[in-house]
């Protein structure tokens, strides 16, 4: 199958300080990326859905000013944890596809494990 | 909300066939079936994708019958190393894309 993939593989901060992650599809340009967050013990949260080249659309509750996401590229999207807080401190996973249509299969990254001290 | 409903958990022992069933009742026209396999601090892993009858690859069947409200993912002779958490996933018609809702899976452990 297609390939993502995620840069840091893992993280450690410190709280106030800002953070950002790399989602890479590495043999297929994507021209929708989605954000999820996972907590110990439990299933993926989406967190966003981002289009190539437009603003990234939040799920209810995630905030968008600090979760700053940006798909400049049809291979590249950018996750920034701003400011920080051991609250913060989840795996993140990013996923990647073709287009919009359903048919299409969405690929998952390996995760971001991030702690935030 | 994830549009389906997995059994929680389930036991097998190496060397069986394993079934676990999905129920989405109010699955749309357009929607496709996808199944992912998750182990710990990984990334979930694509199984199988399929929007009707049945599709067979090379580590798992899909069967889906014809009202499509339920999908049946059967993995072939499970070894230790198949020990994971399932997810059956039918997809969300987002404000800006077809996106895909996580609900809780299904935490299959093999047995030796």
Same mark, same amino acid.
């Given at each position: 199958?297609?390939?993502?993939?995620?840069?840091?593989?893992?993280?450690?901060?410190?709280?106030?300080?800002?953070?950002?992650?790399?989602?890479?599809?590495?043999?297929?340009?994507?021209?929708?990326?989605?954000?999820?967050?996972?907590?110990?013990?439990?299933?993926?949260?989406?967190?966003?859905?981002?289009?190539?080249?437009?603003?990234?659309?939040?799920?209810?509750?995630?905030?968008?000013?600090?979760?700053?996401?940006?798909?400049?590229?049809?291979?590249?999207?950018?996750?920034?944890?701003?400011?920080?807080?051991?609250?913060?401190?989840?795996?993140?996973?990013?996923?990647? !596809?073709?287009?919009? !249509?359903?048919?299409?299969?969405?690929?998952?990254?390996?995760?971001? !494990?991030?702690?935030?001290? | 909300?994830?549009?389906?409903?997995?059994?929680?958990?389930?036991?097998?022992?190496?060397?069986?066939?394993?079934?676990?069933?999905?129920?989405?009742?109010?699955?749309?026209?357009?929607?496709?079936?996808?199944?992912?396999?998750?182990?710990?601090?990984?990334?979930?892993?694509?199984?199988?994708?399929?929007?009707?009858?049945?599709?067979?690859?090379?580590?798992?069947?899909?069967?889906?019958?014809?009202?499509?409200?339920?999908?049946?993912?059967?993995?072939?002779?499970?070894?230790?190393?198949?020990?994971?958490?399932?997810?059956?996933?039918?997809?969300?018609?987002?404000?800006?894309?077809?996106?895909?809702?996580?609900?809780?899976?299904?935490?299959?452990?093999?047995?030796?």
């Amino acid at each position: 199958g297609a390939v993502v993939s995620q840069h840091p593989s893992w993280v450690i901060c410190k709280s106030g300080t800002s953070v950002k992650i790399e989602c890479r599809s590495l043999d297929f340009q994507a021209t929708t990326m989605f954000w999820y967050r996972q907590f110990p013990k439990q299933s993926l949260m989406l967190m966003a859905t981002s289009n190539e080249g437009s603003k990234a659309t939040y799920e209810q509750g995630v905030e968008k000013d600090k979760f700053l996401i940006n798909h400049a590229s049809l291979t590249l999207s950018t996750l920034t944890v701003t400011s920080a807080h051991p609250e913060d401190s989840s795996f993140y996973i990013c996923s990647a !596809r073709a287009s919009g !249509r359903a048919a299409d299969t969405q690929y998952f990254g390996p995760g971001t !494990r991030l702690t935030v001290l | 909300l994830a549009k389906t409903t997995q059994p929680i958990s389930m036991d097998s022992y190496e060397g069986q066939e394993v079934n676990i069933t999905c129920s989405h009742n109010n699955i749309a026209t357009n929607d496709y079936i996808t199944w992912y396999q998750q182990f710990p601090s990984q990334g979930p892993r694509f199984i199988i994708q399929g929007y009707k009858t049945k599709v067979t690859n090379e580590v798992a069947s899909l069967f889906i019958p014809a009202d499509r409200k339920s999908s049946t993912l059967s993995l072939p002779r499970v070894s230790l190393s198949d020990t994971a958490v399932y997810y059956c996933l039918v997809g969300d018609e987002g404000d800006s894309s077809y996106k895909l809702i996580f609900g809780s899976g299904t935490r299959l452990l093999v047995r030796p």
